[in-house]
């Protein structure tokens, strides 16, 4: 019965942000929202598709990533010009970096406090600010 419950729980959840659930979509928002918030690459996404005998390309994951970090069921964080994570945990929070595992960890909004931030260039609006803290 939760398999069907989740299934179908998925399923309404790409509808809801006007996602076709095609096979590939269900298989992978399974993996991402079944369970706790994580971060995730699109290589370490891979790779577990691989342990389950999930077949899809890294290219369709790459893709699938972004149209849910586009419809708001993920949130992109750029680490460096080189990587790139999702986190299933879309409300306002920052993240610490280690740099010797490549991994995000989250900090509550409320614990960075920013005394100034400029004004958005004329014509745009701040979106939203990131902060990602780099330890060893």
Known sequence: MQTIRSFTNVIARLRDVNLRPTRQRIALAKMLFEGDDRHITAEMLHQETQKT?????????????????????????????????????????HHFFFEKTNELKDIEAGDVVLAIVPLAPAGTVIKRIDVVVRVE
């Open 53 to 93: 005998n999930t077949r899809i390309s890294l290219a369709t994951i790459y893709n699938t990533l972004n149209q849910f970090s586009s419809a708001g069921l993920l949130r992109e964080i750029v680490v460096d010009s080189q990587r790139c994570y999702f986190d299933t945990n879309t409300t306002d929070h």
